[in-house]
């Protein structure tokens, strides 16, 4: 099955064309680069996007802390991860890059906090 | 039972109600919208005509003239900003001469001071930004602007400090008449039992007079386009701009207004519905051309909003009469241009109308006749507001950046009366510069909701339906 | 100096803005050995616009790490706030600036006149509004710059609609696709006037092409309809005039951004090259001296704003 794709490895922007099977890349065209080639291995067979996203914080200085993904997730997960992530409430003061879920959705990655929030003054 | 009920809260209803607010009457005024001058006076141009406009003989012309010199005392008793900038009809051809003469002669019948004929030159030397073609213009120094909202807000304000009750979300939906008295009912309920019923509803002003028995009225919308420029352009234009005027309306004008920034419009189209307020790419265009005959320099890219608002228009001339045929009623119907100066007017002609309808009107022994003036930082000098801060330091805490609006002034303005993100605007002015609300909407959102103690979810731009937020994370 | 002058608190450097182009200019020119610096921040945060960016993409170059706004503007914060003489002013708003550097500035409870011997204007950038594109029209709610609803949502927890069609395919209209998206939203499509999209290709794949939200190119929004709030919008393709109805409660427009640059029209000063102005001891960085794509670019140049302010405090 071919599967068209945008390269975003550089502002190139080249329009691949990936040839795939079960999954599994056969043959890249249309990339300028072996980057493009690497890129639509990955967006085929692994897509993965890092999660932003806020959590509700609890008698802090502010109303919402930023969090991320420490690194990128499965983008099929993305959705669940934000579901996962609303469910949160933070109700202690935290320190940008500080976990708040290890292993979030039982993933490698952990969610982690992206502002030092303090209590309020 | 109330003397006398006023339907309508614009600038005419609120001008009657501060007039009658001098007598010893039981008064309430009734607004279908939840903040007053929300219809046909949000989207007025601001100016206080001197008289040029309308020919002697009509009700509009005489009330102009004798407005003008109203609203002058009246704002400074109520401590609103009155700047009278006069106005200049430019002509650009010979032809035109004989047509502008006539407008002062008429002008001067009705009691027009001040006219005078200026050149080329003088026009040059005044109006450095005019188109250099123009030939000569009847100058009127007594044409003056004014806030229109805030106006209607400050005289709403005295009044009600002098006992009348003002209540909006009161949508009149039935009136019924019977010994000698009218059962106004409002949606919702409620009916309130009067004497008198003042009709000034604007554009509604047929169907309010149709509730009470009379059919002769028909309220035709003429819809107006007009756009505002920068404050940075505030001095594009030192006077008024008028062209010479055509049949329906006064065409398309330059104008200064008490905000500082200028305004360019308005169109004039008929329209059938009286809540069409959309503005068009041809309202635009039209705008622009005819108004660059005036100031070449007028840029597209300065204009930084724009709106269209309808004139309630009921015929040639206002019609402002005692209904013989429903005694105790008085309607105020066809109140468009000049409908803003002649306000104060209309208000002692209706209260004429009512003394002689048998309303008997004794003085107040106390009439609070003066309003203290409301803070605006963006009118006081820098050194001015030194000493404001450090009586209340709300005043230093700002929150609308593009027109010097303080946490202090948003809180009072809900404290006065506003309920919606645009009651705000109109008096504070916060939100109403060159970033449109882009920084500051939260930040009075937020006001808003603690002083009112409403959810984020319920506050509105303009009342119910127009709500700003569809859900909060809690 | 006048006698008014000299009753005035003096600084060496003032810097106005408290985004990352005016920390990374108060940085660098503390490191370049300026001893008295004022910043001033008229929020109640340092960082700027990029507490509310909390999507991914920024420091690439400047710390060779994916972060988001947020963190991006914890380093730079962290990097800057205990330079030694530097005092932060939050919440601090000017209102006046002179060509003679002089700076006055509210807060709560104080107004303030002070004497900046240098002076680094960082007062970043403002959104073009649907006012600017003249878009015809009703005026109901549900009309929002897409840099507000970035706030309402990322900063306020409040999400302004559930409809959504986006004016404008820069950057920040492709980020809001996807928020909004992932907060439950619909977006119905974003139309653009150019032929294509003015983001990164990044953006346009993983915001628009991972959530399939059409983008519609060489089209544009020629109608906002409703009454109280917004109800749909009429779409016109510009190349065969046709068109189309979207039905929606939200329109978010994201046409740009105009450098904010009213204090130096106020003192007289015209820009004039990278974080020059015509007046002496003033100069201009970030998104007030141009509107920039990466935050990384900023820090870079606003940091030469900032030593050139140095230089220039040592003549």
């Given at each position: 099955m071919i599967k068209h794709l945008t390269c975003i490895a550089c502002p190139n922007g080249c329009q691949l064309e990936v040839d795939e099977a079960g999954g599994h890349v056969i043959k890249v065209t249309g990339?300028?680069?072996e980057k493009g080639a690497a890129y639509a291995r990955q967006e085929v067979e692994d897509p993965t996007r890092i999660l932003t996203s806020t959590v509700l914080a609890k008698g802090l200085e502010l109303k919402l802390v930023p969090v991320r993904t420490s690194q990128p997730i499965p983008k099929a997960r993305l959705f669940e991860g934000i579901a996962a992530i609303r469910e949160l409430k933070l109700g202690r003061p935290v320190k940008a890059g500080e976990i708040i879920v290890k292993n979030f959705l039982g993933l490698a990655a952990d969610l982690i906090a992206a502002r030092t929030v303090h209590l309020p003054e | 039972m109330y003397d006398v009920l006023i339907v309508g809260g614009g600038v005419t209803g609120t001008a009657i109600a501060r007039e009658l607010s001098r007598y010893r009457l039981k008064l309430a005024l009734l607004e279908k919208e939840v903040e007053l001058a929300f219809g046909v006076s949000k989207s007025n141009s601001g100016i206080i005509h001197p008289g040029t406009q309308n020919p002697p003989g009509s009700l509009k012309g005489k009330l102009c003239v004798e407005g003008n010199r109203l609203t002058k005392k009246l704002a400074k008793e109520l401590g609103v900003d009155y700047k009278e900038v006069g106005e200049l009809i430019v002509i650009f051809s010979e032809d035109d001469r004989p047509r502008l003469l006539k407008i002062k002669a008429d002008a001067e019948k009705l009691g027009v001071t001040g006219l005078r004929i200026v050149g080329r030159d003088w026009l040059l030397e005044h109006e450095p930004n005019i188109n250099p073609e123009v030939l000569a213009a009847l100058f009127a120094p007594t044409a003056g602007i004014i806030s229109p909202y805030r106006w209607v807000y400050d005289q709403a304000e005295n009044a009600a400090g002098n006992g009348v009750e003002i209540l909006t979300s009161h949508k009149v939906i039935g009136i019924g008449k019977e010994a000698g008295r009218f059962d106004v009912s409002v949606a919702g309920g409620k009916v309130f039992s009067a004497r008198f019923v003042v009709n000034?509803?604007?554009?509604c002003a047929d169907e309010i007079a149709g509730m009470a028995g009379i059919t002769g009225i028909t309220i035709k919308p003429r819809k107006g386009e007009e756009f505002i420029l920068d404050k940075k352009r505030e001095y594009i234009s030192n006077h008024l701009l008028f062209p010479l005027p055509a049949p329906t309306s006064k065409g398309v004008l330059v104008i200064k207004t008490s905000d500082g920034n200028p305004m360019i419009g308005p169109t004039a189209e008929e329209v059938a519905d009286k809540e069409d307020l959309s503005t068009s790419d041809d309202g635009l265009k039209q705008v622009l051309e005819s108004v660059k005959k005036l100031i070449?320099?007028?840029?597209?890219?300065?204009?930084i909003a724009y709106f269209a608002g309808l004139r309630p228009v009921a015929g040639d001339d206002f019609i402002i009469r005692h209904e013989d045929k429903v005694p105790g009623l008085i309607n105020v119907a066809g109140i468009q241009s000049p409908g803003l100066t002649a306000a104060p007017a209309i208000a002692l002609l209706v209260a004429g109308l009512l003394k002689k309808n048998g309303l008997g009107l004794r003085k107040k022994f106390f009439f609070h006749r003066f309003r203290a003036k409301t803070v605006h930082l963006f009118s006081l000098l820098v050194t001015r507001i030194s000493p404001l801060i450090r009586k209340d330091p709300a005043y230093g805490d700002i929150v609308c950046r593009c027109e010097l609006v303080s946490a202090k002034e948003v809180r009072e303005a809900v404290r006065r009366g506003a309920r919606t993100l645009d009651g705000i605007k109109f008096r504070t002015r916060a939100q109403a510069g060159r970033c449109h609300g882009g920084f500051c909407t939260t930040r009075i959102m937020k006001i808003m909701a603690e002083e009112l103690n409403l959810p984020m979810t319920a506050i509105t731009k303009r009342g119910k339906g127009s709500e700003l937020i569809k859900e909060e994370r809690t | 100096m006048t006698a008014r002058d000299s009753r005035l608190v003096t600084r060496d450097l003032v810097v106005v803005g408290g985004g990352p182009a005016g920390l990374a200019a108060a940085l660098a020119a503390g490191k370049a050995g300026v001893k008295d610096i004022l910043l001033l921040e008229r929020?109640?945060?340092?960082?700027g616009i990029l507490n509310q960016c909390i999507h991914p993409g920024f420091g690439l170059h400047r710390y060779k790490e994916d972060l988001t706004g947020p963190e991006f503007a914890d380093r730079l914060i962290r990097e800057t706030i205990d330079l030694p003489g530097l005092e932060i002013s939050l919440k601090s708003f000017v209102v006046k600036l002179t060509g003679g550097r002089i700076v006055t500035y509210l807060k709560p409870g104080l107004m303030a006149e002070v004497k900046a011997r240098a002076l680094i204007m960082a007062t970043g950038c403002r959104e073009r509004t649907r006012e600017m594109i003249h878009i015809a029209g009703t005026r109901p709610a549900g009309i929002y710059p897409a840099g507000l609803a970035q706030k309402l949502i990322n900063i306020e927890g409040l999400l302004p609609g559930r409809e959504v069609v986006i004016i404008g395919s820069g950057d920040i209209g492709l980020i809001m696709a996807r928020r909004f998206t992932l907060e439950g939203a619909k977006v119905k499509a974003v139309i653009e006037i150019?032929?294509?999209?003015?983001?990164?290709v990044r953006n346009v794949v993983q915001c628009l092409e991972d959530f399939g939200i059409p983008l519609y190119l060489r089209h544009r929004v020629a109608l906002i309809h409703g009454r109280d709030r917004v109800e749909k919008v009429t779409v016109e393709n510009l190349d065969s005039g046709a068109r189309f109805e979207l039905s929606c409660d939200t329109v978010l427009v994201s046409v740009g951004l105009i450098q904010e640059n009213e204090l130096l029209e106020m003192a007289g000063a015209a820009l004039q090259g990278l974080n020059l102005t015509s007046l002496p001891g003033v100069f201009v960085c970030g998104n007030a001296y141009k509107v920039y794509d990466l935050v990384d670019t900023v820090a870079r140049d606003s940091e030469q704003a900032g030593q050139m302010a140095a230089e220039y405090l040592r003549k």
């Open positions: 990339n300028k680069c | 000034c509803a604007g554009l070449p320099a007028v840029n597209e890219n300065d204009i | 929020d109640q945060y340092l960082g150019q032929k294509g999209s003015r983001g990164l």
